[in-house]
């Protein structure tokens, strides 16, 4: 696993493409239970080199129910984003992930993590790649649905404080969806 990180991090197949240059964040562990696909790093991601480093990531702990000290535990939880480097200013908020890293990485990633029990799909990009045409039309209509792709895949937005209009819209995703990731979590873990 050490070997594959390493050469991740010094992949530079996306770099002409990169508005900041190629800095992979992803994480992993042979033992990691849980893993954690969002889109890619943020501009504070890509500086600190640490993922979820950020306001989305503090939302993302308190969904999960996990301290900084659990999530950052590479033998629970892996990191392995859409899009393992920072992808540039877009017209509103960043570019999409580069579409490169995902076919390239993700199932040697995989391969390498045999106790891997769930996988966490954070916002559409993930969604469509993973659960291709089971994904409904709508995030919105996926994470409605998302006893469909259990035990293996679990569906959420994307944690973002940009993400507060779709929140305060859809209620019942804090009051019903999070108590059952909650629990799907805490059983993995203990």
Known sequence: MQELLSEIKQCRICEPH???GANPVVTGHKNSKIV?????????????GI????????????WLNVSDKDFYDVEKFAIVPMGFCYPGKGKSGDKPPR???APLWHQSLFDKMPKLEMIILIGM????????DKAKRTLTETVDNYPEYLPKYFV????????RF????NPWFEKNVIPELQKKVAAILN
Do not use: F
Request: net charge positive; glycine share 6%.
């Open 166 to 169: 779709w929140l305060t819209k």
């Open 51 to 62: 993922p979820w480093d950020d306001a989305s990531g503090k939302q993302l702990r308190k």
């Open 99 to 101: 579409k490169e890293c």
């Open 36 to 48: 954690i696909i969002g889109q890619a790093p943020g501009t504070k991601v890509h500086k600190s």
């Open 125 to 132: 990009y993930a969604q469509n790649y993973y659960l291709k």
């Open 156 to 163: 959420m937005p994307h944690p973002s404080p940009r993400n």
């Open 18 to 20: 990169l508005d900041l």
